[in-house]
């Protein structure tokens, strides 16, 4: 037994000059530290994130309330339990709000003390934090009832074998509401899925990279403006070209498109989604039916090396993503982002209906880490994939990395390779790979 002994919450600001949460937890001499990321596109069902909302401080984006809230509720209700017991905090924690999205102390607030505490719990093992969450992955309780398989993916095991390294998911191009509206699909992705190690398929991801922005410099593009995840975000015709053009750079870099990198989109079709259509305003304000999107993704697959697909479709039209499901769910991956948010039930309910086979894990979207290792673990036991992922609005805390590693993600998509926020995580994935097998 670990007694947490000290918990402070602080205001600081992540990658977009916003505000968030910083919470420190202590037990003696020791201490961990995190700090909560924050999404742009975010999805309706997710777990709330607390802001001040009085204009006159940062625009109404202070956290001061959340950082209030861990430093005069949680802390006296956490003093002196055991950090080694991350469910029992984090149970504690969701008991505190005992709202369904976190809406009353805050999804922030909540996050902080939970991935503080999970540091000081490693701290306290002496463990690197990745083994720290292997152990609390593997400790989990079984599920209490083990849901149909998705049709497409045979049930992988449910406590995977040993930490392991994700293949990176790395943003090539911006778009959406990453980077100002230049295109409707919000990311186009490299992913090394022919890289023998993590550092040689970074390695390879930095290439492309280069490549790219020379490409984009060449034909007169902004070769060097970047979005929010530091992906290029040049003014293109269409989505079709920004996938054009990563084919090209994959090329380029001396690599072949489809057995070395592939690529993947976050359409992020929720946010061009008007209540009656898919609206694109990189084609005059065209607007496609789900059908039509399905139609749409489905040529992309047959003419480009595409392996995965992220909302594809709005994050309440579960019709629609049945469809997509069956059409093309034996062909890549269908991740669901907007569309799960990390939570148990909306996975659930994603597994039962037969949508989607993988699934995007954002910790913030939950709240706690035990969540998000609960929403792992139903992911796992039905064959979905498990994408951890990083939010655009970041900062230096590199927990994604080893939560990736420890809980075995398959892939880890943190942004691009530029901007020190995605650098954090990547260069804790070198210091980590140096120390697996
Ligand atoms: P967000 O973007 O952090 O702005 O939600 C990331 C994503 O959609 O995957
Ligand atoms: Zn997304």
Redesign the pocket.
């Known amino acids: 037994m670990i007694r947490l002994t000290r918990l402070f919450a602080r205001e600081l600001l992540d990658s977009r000059g916003r505000p968030t949460v910083e919470v420190e937890a202590s037990a003696g001499e020791l201490t961990g530290r995190a700090i909560v990321p924050s999404?742009?596109?975010?999805g309706k069902w997710e777990a709330c994130e607390l802001r001040d909302r009085d204009s006159a401080r940062y625009d109404g984006l202070g956290v001061r309330q959340a950082v209030a809230h861990v430093n005069d509720i949680l802390r006296p209700l956490l003093l002196e339990t055991d950090v080694s017991d991350q469910a029992a905090v984090d149970q504690r924690l969701v008991a505190a709000d005992g709202t369904p999205q976190k809406t009353r102390l805050g999804g922030n607030a909540l996050l902080g003390v939970s991935l503080a505490v999970a540091h000081l719990g490693a701290a306290a093992r002496g463990v690197p934090l990745f083994q720290h969450f292997h152990t609390l992955y593997s400790s989990l309780p079984p599920l209490a009832d083990r849901p149909l398989p998705a049709p497409l993916a045979p049930p992988g095991p449910l406590v995977p074998p040993g930490p392991r390294m994700p293949l990176p998911m790395t943003n090539m191009i911006s778009g959406g509401?990453?980077a100002g509206g230049n295109i409707d699909f919000?990311d186009v992705l490299a992913i090394p899925v022919g890289a023998p190690d993590y550092p040689t398929g970074l390695e390879w991801i930095v290439r492309i990279y280069n490549r790219l922005g020379r490409l984009l410099a060449a034909d007169g593009y902004e070769g060097r403006l970047v979005g929010d995840e530091g992906g290029f975000g040049p003014r293109l015709p269409g989505n079709r070209e920004a996938v054009e053009y990563v084919v090209k750079a994959i090329e380029k870099a001396g690599l072949r498109p489809g057995a070395d990198a592939t690529i993947a989109l976050?359409v992020?079709a929720t946010h061009f989604w008007d209540g009656n259509g898919y609206r694109l305003a990189s084609e005059r304000g065209t607007c496609l039916s789900s059908d039509q999107m399905i139609d749409r993704l489905e040529e992309w697959i047959d003419r480009y090396p595409i392996t995965s697909i992220?909302d594809g479709l709005a994050e309440d039209d579960w019709e629609g993503w049945e469809r997509l499901t069956r059409r093309l769910g034996h062909r890549v991956r269908l991740v669901g982002?907007d569309l799960f948010t990390t939570n148990v039930e909306r996975l659930r309910t994603g597994i039962q209906r037969g949508v989607a086979n993988s699934v995007?894990i954002k910790i913030n979207q939950i709240g706690t880490i035990t969540e998000t290792l609960r929403a792992m673990q139903l992911a796992r036991s039905a064959g979905y994939t498990c994408v951890v992922?990083a939010?655009?609005g970041e900062t230096e805390d590199a927990t994604i990395a080893d939560l990736a590693v420890g809980a075995a993600g398959d892939l880890i998509?943190i942004g691009s390779i530029v901007r020190s926020e995605r650098l954090a995580k990547y260069n804790q994935l070198l210091r980590i790979a140096e120390l697996l097998p």
Request: net charge negative; aromatic share 0%; glycine share 6%.
């Open positions: 999404g742009a596109s975010t509401l990453h919000q976050d992020a992220e982002d995007l992922s939010r655009s998509k």
